[in-house]
């Protein structure tokens, strides 16, 4: 399962430029990295609730423009949708499911599964305007939960 996500990432990153286009009109297609980290990231005041865990707190996203997570911190964590909750519930929703990588689309339900230190989850694609909740299957009460906003 873990080979077959890193080929996955490995064959979609050969499609699109290394580095972030820099003001050259092709922004859109651009990849969108949420750092997460429990570590690094301080707990911030959302219009959804109490965030905490990925940076940033609240990642604007084009329509078309893929996201991704990068654990960079030295424990595993999960991204893991909330469906379509629009603030975050008190209790962590998620059950053993979030551990195993899903989804393609964010409209859709999707988890980057246990993500180890260091990995990068595969691409989601912002696929419908709209609102996107996620916390971490592990830390859900630490705050460890964020939001996407595609547009
Ligand atoms: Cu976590």
Known sequence: MRIASL??????????PGAPPAGNGSAAAAAVTIDVSLTASVVAATAYGSSGGYMP????????????????DSFAHTATS???????????PFDASALRASGTALSGRWTSGALAAGNASPPLLADRPGIYLYGCFFHYPAPMRAAIVVR
Do not use: I
């Open 7 to 16: 080929l996955l990432v490995s064959s979609l990153a050969g499609c699109t």
């Open 57 to 72: 707190a609240v990642t604007n996203v084009a329509l078309g423009q893929t996201v991704r997570f990068v654990n960079v």
């Open 82 to 92: 909330l469906g379509d909750l629009l603030s975050f519930p008190q209790a962590s």
